[in-house]
């Protein structure tokens, strides 16, 4: 069977503002609160990225340092990319699927990941990404759902129905063979905006 499978690049924000090692602190500061960004991707002379800059690394340099007896000192700052860069910087394939970006941002809880292709940042994604997908009309969804198993799973609708409520999917029906009944669910949770799937098909043979 065919599934469709929802990709990063799909929903990323494409055209990422990006930024060279040595560019100064201060126009990294400025160029995100100009485009209303939280974040710039470091990147060397090949294009690669090497690093990211973020509003938290920025802020850091605010923080005061103490030498001994409670006294406190303005350190030398920071000038460069270079000098405030996380790296290496969290990244996600182009090609990925949605579901490898929704487990890294529940494991390691970052704000965005940018998206590559060859080493190369060609977006960003971030959890608001992700979360506006839940918020497509169930009406799309359904649309969606039923142009999966008509088309790519061949299921006429005598066999098999599916029903939205809430981004809920409801299935019921029969298939062929009991191996058939999992892809089906697998192939319906991809599609952007399906909160789980409540797969009822039965089955005429069991073949597993």
């Known amino acids: 069977m065919t599934t469709t499978t929802t990709l990063v690049s799909e929903v990323m924000t494409p055209a990422p503002i990006c930024v060279r090692p040595e560019a100064p602190v201060k126009e990294i500061a400025e160029t995100l609160t100009r485009q209303e960004i939280s974040a710039v991707a470091v990147v060397d002379r090949g294009g690669t990225i090497v690093g990211v800059v973020s509003e938290v690394d920025l802020v ?15 350190p030398v700052r920071p000038r460069t990319a270079r000098d405030v860069m996380t790296s290496p910087a969290l990244t996600v394939a182009a090609d990925e699927p949605v579901s490898v970006v929704a487990g890294r941002f529940a494991a390691n809880g970052p704000r965005r990941l940018f998206v590559v292709a060859d080493g190369r940042p060609v977006g960003v994604v971030a959890r608001r990404d992700l979360v506006e997908a839940f918020s497509r009309p169930d009406a799309d969804i359904e649309r969606d ?5 008509r088309t790519e799973l061949r299921l006429g609708p005598r066999r098999v129905r599916a029903v939205v409520r809430d981004g809920v999917v409801t299935i019921a029906g029969r298939v ?32 597993t």
């Not at 089906?184 to 039965?202: K, Y």
């Open 60 to 74: 850091r340099l605010l923080r005061p340092v103490h030498h001994g007896r409670g006294r406190r000192r303005s």
């Open 145 to 149: 759902v039923t142009a999966l198993l």
């Open 176 to 207: 062929e063979r009991r191996s058939e009944v999992t892809p089906v669910t697998a192939a319906v949770e991809a599609i952007p905006g399906v909160v789980s799937v409540s797969n009822g098909l039965d089955y005429v043979w069991d073949n």
